[in-house]
């Protein structure tokens, strides 16, 4: 079976611009959650998705937004990008239900703003 | 509040054992999870633990859960260098699908 798939890979953007980066769960998987990883701040949590429901909410401004497709594809947007916003940005999925506590890493997004 | 801290740094010797180490502020946790992470890459999941047990072994992986205390440890049996890594503990908080990580443990293991 496939893993999670993340594109791109490496993303370079500029202050003031949006960006919108793909996930793909495991084939079957219905939840998926979204991380931003930095050396400061470590592995935070954004938002995690299920049928298309976001269904939990990190602290992050409204500039972070997502959405889940009727696929269990999910994107995140980040709108009017700052330095800090330079990270790692990382997907897992999970089957959901009795088993939401399988989550599985996607190799993530490295988004760099300059 | 919802917090998880693990020390930063460990080196053991090829052949030794590990063991991380972890706490956690939340007593709602459901379960308890170890990853690992090489560079450049996600996250693995390693193991977990659900907050009702005290102990789970799968081979080389020990975890031990003292609820009381919020501690969780990970102990790597005949540790070896392809192990050298960073190891992040997580807790999944009881009616919430969020997940609280700690700041990683990098293990690095000596030939």
């Known amino acids: 079976k496939a893993g999670v798939t993340q594109t791109p890979r490496y993303l370079i953007k500029t202050r003031g611009q949006q960006v919108t980066l793909s996930c793909s769960p495991i084939?079957?998987?219905?939840?998926v959650s979204w991380y931003q990883q930095t050396p400061g701040q470590g592995l935070q949590f954004l938002f995690e998705?299920?049928?298309?429901?976001?269904?939990n909410k990190g602290n992050f401004p409204g500039r972070f937004s997502g959405r889940q497709f009727s696929n269990s594809r999910s994107e995140m947007n980040v709108s009017t990008l700052e330095l800090g916003d330079s990270a790692l940005y990382l997907c897992?999925?999970?089957?959901?239900?009795?088993?939401?506590?399988?989550?599985?890493f996607g190799p993530g997004t490295r988004l760099t703003v300059t | 509040g919802e917090d998880v801290e693990q020390s930063l740094f460990l080196s053991v010797r090829e052949g030794d054992s590990s063991v991380i180490n972890c706490t956690y502020t939340?007593?709602?946790?459901?379960?308890l999870y170890w990853y690992k992470q090489e560079p450049g890459a996600g996250l693995q999941l390693l193991t977990y633990?659900?907050?009702?047990?005290d102990m789970k072994q799968d081979q080389r992986l020990t975890v031990l859960l003292n609820k009381k205390d919020k501690h969780l440890s990970l102990r790597i049996a005949d540790t070896q260098t392809g192990d050298s890594a960073i190891y992040f503990c997580?807790?999944?908080?009881?009616?919430?699908?969020?997940?609280?990580f700690g700041t990683g443990t990098r293990l690095k293991v000596l030939a």
């Open positions: 939340d007593s709602s946790s459901t379960y």
């Open positions: 897992a999925s999970s089957p959901g239900g009795d088993r939401l506590y399988e989550q599985y």
């Open positions: 998705y299920f049928s298309e429901t976001q269904r």
């Open positions: 633990i659900f907050s009702n047990m």
């Open positions: 997580a807790e999944s908080l009881s009616g919430t699908y969020k997940y609280i």
């Open positions: 084939s079957g998987h219905r939840s």
